[in-house]
């Protein structure tokens, strides 16, 4: 009995009933408290400039717009022991943008923090479509829309997704999938590690890597008849869609499935889980390969 009362009362100290009912652990001592602050910018940034983003935790989304205007809105979410330290914190991250001899770049300066506190920073962009861009974050989504300038867009834990945009493409994820729907890009390099890749109406030069998820791909009916097309993954399907009047010497390959094609490939050597051939004159090169599943060519 005296053991159950001496539980009862280190219980009692432990869990604090707050005014509003809610239990509050305090032993654990978690900065769970969450306070958000947003931060409007705004430079001009001329036609062919390059932006360059960068954030350690948050999304980045960017739209091209017919303004001269580089437009931002960072949401600053800083998360502490109490609301009145999460909001101080939020309130002393700066960012700002600095004017750079390519165009602007945007920097984050945080604030001292104690341990298990944290400061994440996301940021909302207009730029002009005429921009190329640096974008990068460690846990975030990017996204990108009319952009028609290069592009260079990099999460370690993240999806990519893209449309309607028009530079060279350079996406890079570890956990993510990549969606690029409607670009005139002549070189597209996608590469992501645990997630699928997804084209719809492209018309460039790919290489396209993942190691556990599906690529499924679609070229424009009237892109480049000699495209050099490079795609590899271990764990999922490739189908792909070629142009018109594609034009390839073919190398596909599978461990653990089948290769299908609806289009006439003059064949060298035996059918089975590896075809070799050509496909017209053998302008292009199509490189295709699969540890665990089927192959389609369209």
């Known amino acids: 009995m005296k053991l159950f009362r001496l539980f009862l009362m280190i219980s009692v100290i432990i869990l604090v009933i707050s005014p509003a009912g809610c239990v509050i ?3 654990g001592g978690g900065a769970n408290e969450k306070y958000e602050h947003t931060v409007e910018l705004a430079e001009k940034l001329d036609a062919g400039s390059t932006l360059s983003a960068k954030t350690s935790n948050g999304s980045i989304t960017v739209t091209g717009t017919e303004n001269e205007i580089c437009h931002i809105v960072a949401t600053i979410s800083a998360r502490s022991f109490s609301v009145e330290e999460a909001q101080l914190l939020a309130e002393q991250t700066e960012i700002r943008l600095e004017r750079k001899p390519e165009g602007l770049k945007t920097v984050i300066v945080r604030p001292e923090m104690k341990r298990n506190e944290s400061v994440s920073v996301s940021f909302e962009i207009e730029v002009p ?4 861009l640096d974008l990068q974050t460690s846990n975030g989504k990017i996204q ?4 028609e300038q290069e592009i260079h867009a990099t999460t370690s ?4 997704e893209m449309a309607s945009v028009a530079g060279n493409i350079a996406a890079h994820t570890s956990n993510g999938s990549i969606t690029i729907r409607q ?3 002549q070189s597209l390099d996608l590469h992501t590690s645990n997630g699928s890749i997804k084209c719809e109406n492209i018309y460039g030069n790919m290489a396209a890597s993942t190691s556990n998820g599906s690529v499924n791909i679609q070229y424009a009916a009237d892109a480049n008849s000699a495209t050099h097309i490079r795609i590899t993954t271990s764990n999922g399907g490739i189908d792909l869609v070629t142009p018109e009047n594609y034009s390839a010497k073919v190398d596909a390959a599978t461990s653990n499935g089948k290769i299908h094609t609806g289009i006439p490939i003059t064949m060298q050597g035996e059918i089975g889980k590896r075809l070799n051939g050509v496909i017209r004159d053998g ?11 089927s192959i389609t060519i369209h």
């Open 129 to 132: 479509h005429q921009t190329a």
């Open 144 to 147: 990108l829309s009319q952009i």
């Open 157 to 160: 834990n993240g999806k990519i």
């Open 183 to 185: 670009t005139t890009a």
């Open 283 to 293: 302008q292009g090169q199509l490189y295709l390969r699969t540890s665990n599943s």
């Open 25 to 27: 652990d305090l032993v």
